[in-house]
């Protein structure tokens, strides 16, 4: 069966970076278009960026664009998200997600806070 497993997550200050890492198993990893998303409390789930199945194209949203670097390793079968110039707005539990025969599949999450 699919499974998403995030992990990286942490406090960091503004300003700071974090790593998240997203190990994909149960599926053919490099033939999926993988995503991050996000929530923050009290808001909806939001898309940060997606990165095709080779991993040649990158899209982000505009609130991360130029911070954030999505990435992927199919012989790892992982998804990264490289988030520099953290703000606190970025605090939210980011998500790992791919789309597969018309399912959306997602991981348990890992919290990321940005506090000072």
């Known amino acids: 069966q699919v499974q998403l497993v995030e992990s990286g997550g942490g406090l960091v200050q503004p300003g700071g970076s974090l790593t998240l890492s997203c190990a994909a198993s149960g599926f053919t990893f490099n033939t999926y278009v993988m995503s991050w998303h996000r929530q923050a409390p009290g808001k909806e789930r939001e898309l940060v960026a997606t990165i095709s199945s080779g991993g040649s194209s990158a899209n982000y949203a505009n609130s991360v664009k130029d911070r954030f670097t999505i990435s992927r390793d199919n012989y790892k079968n992982t998804v990264y998200l490289q988030m520099n110039s953290l703000k606190p707005y970025d605090t939210a539990v980011y998500y790992c997600?791919?789309?597969?025969?018309?399912?959306?599949?997602w991981g348990q999450g890992t919290q990321v806070t940005v506090s000072s």
């Open positions: 997600n791919v789309y597969r025969r018309g399912y959306d599949y």
